[in-house]
């Protein structure tokens, strides 16, 4: 890595560190009826680094950031390193590397509303019965659908920053994934946090932290992004994207 590229980095992981301990403390929201996986719209700040300076600095700052955010918040790091740091790492490290390429979006886009109405489905069909109440499964859907939308209309009106918002879909669709699989993984080996016995995490349980995770994130990584990053580029023009084929 290059100097700047370090410097990035280490840049990426304190703001990461700061406003998630921050923001929990403010809004401490975690999954209704589960607990643990927070509220995290400062996803936005690694996913822009991402985006500036490559894979490796989102990544790798994202990683360090979430493992250091979670040994202030809940303090476990065994389950940081099987849930937050994979996730984290996986995810921003596609977001980067997807930005920098020239994606064929069209296909993306169908692949992507396929998802999205499975996503929906898990929420409809098997969450709203176990875990959810029916308004909160439309709350989500919604915000599944209403970002698909959103995120239709950008690419649509504007090729610019195409890259970075099928990145964010294929890097926090991975990333939620790690995390509704890790987290049940760990809950049948150890005591969770906040617990004082053994309490394994079901199949459903796993979904809905799927679910949580991508339908309050991606808004904040598909709205918020290209206006931050054509802000930081016009501040700094070097650190204009060179798009590969």
């Given at each position: 890595?290059?100097?700047?590229?370090?410097?990035?980095?280490?840049?990426?992981?304190?703001?990461?560190?700061?406003?998630?301990?921050?923001?929990?403390?403010?809004?401490?929201?975690?999954?209704?009826?589960?607990?643990?996986?927070?509220?995290?719209?400062?996803?936005?700040?690694?996913a822009?680094?991402?985006?500036?300076?490559?894979?490796?600095?989102?990544?790798?700052?994202?990683?360090?950031?979430?493992?250091?955010?979670?040994?202030l918040?809940?303090?476990?790091?065994?389950?940081?390193?099987?849930?937050?740091?994979?996730?984290?790492?996986?995810?921003?490290?596609?977001?980067?590397?997807?930005?920098?390429?020239?994606?064929?979006?069209?296909?993306?886009?169908?692949?992507?509303?396929?998802?999205?109405?499975?996503l929906?489905?898990?929420?409809?069909?098997?969450?709203?019965?176990?875990?959810?109440?029916?308004?909160?499964?439309?709350?989500?859907?919604?915000?599944?659908?209403?970002?698909?939308?959103?995120?239709?209309?950008?690419v649509?009106?504007?090729?610019?920053?195409?890259?970075?918002?099928?990145?964010?879909?294929?890097?926090?669709?991975?990333?939620?994934?790690?995390?509704?699989?890790?987290v049940?993984?760990?809950?049948?080996?150890?005591?969770m946090?906040?617990?004082?016995?053994?309490?394994?995490?079901?199949?459903?349980?796993?979904?809905?932290?799927?679910?949580?995770?991508?339908?309050?994130?991606?808004?904040?990584?598909?709205?918020?992004?290209?206006?931050?990053?054509?802000?930081?580029?016009?501040?700094?023009?070097?650190?204009?994207?060179?798009?590969?084929?």
């Amino acid at each position: 890595m290059r100097t700047l590229d370090i410097a990035a980095t280490a840049l990426n992981a304190a703001l990461y560190t700061t406003f998630g301990y921050i923001f929990y403390y403010i809004l401490p929201l975690t999954t209704p009826g589960l607990g643990l996986v927070r509220f995290w719209p400062q996803v936005i700040i690694p996913a822009v680094f991402a985006a500036l300076f490559g894979p490796w600095v989102g990544g790798v700052g994202a990683a360090i950031g979430i493992f250091l955010s979670d040994m202030l918040i809940h303090g476990n790091p065994v389950l940081s390193l099987m849930a937050g740091v994979t996730s984290n790492f996986a995810g921003f490290f596609i977001i980067g590397y997807v930005a920098k390429r020239n994606v064929e979006w069209k296909i993306s886009m169908v692949v992507f509303g396929i998802l999205s109405a499975l996503l929906v489905g898990i929420t409809q069909i098997i969450l709203v019965p176990e875990l959810l109440s029916v308004t909160e499964g439309m709350v989500l859907s919604g915000i599944i659908l209403g970002t698909y939308v959103a995120l239709l209309i950008a690419v649509l009106l504007s090729s610019k920053w195409r890259s970075y918002e099928v990145g964010c879909m294929i890097g926090l669709l991975l990333g939620s994934a790690i995390i509704g699989t890790m987290v049940p993984v760990f809950s049948q080996m150890f005591i969770m946090p906040g617990k004082t016995e053994l309490t394994p995490l079901t199949v459903s349980a796993g979904l809905w932290y799927l679910v949580w995770t991508f339908s309050t994130e991606i808004p904040f990584l598909i709205v918020l992004g290209p206006p931050i990053l054509e802000a930081c580029q016009r501040a700094f023009p070097s650190l204009k994207p060179h798009v590969k084929e």
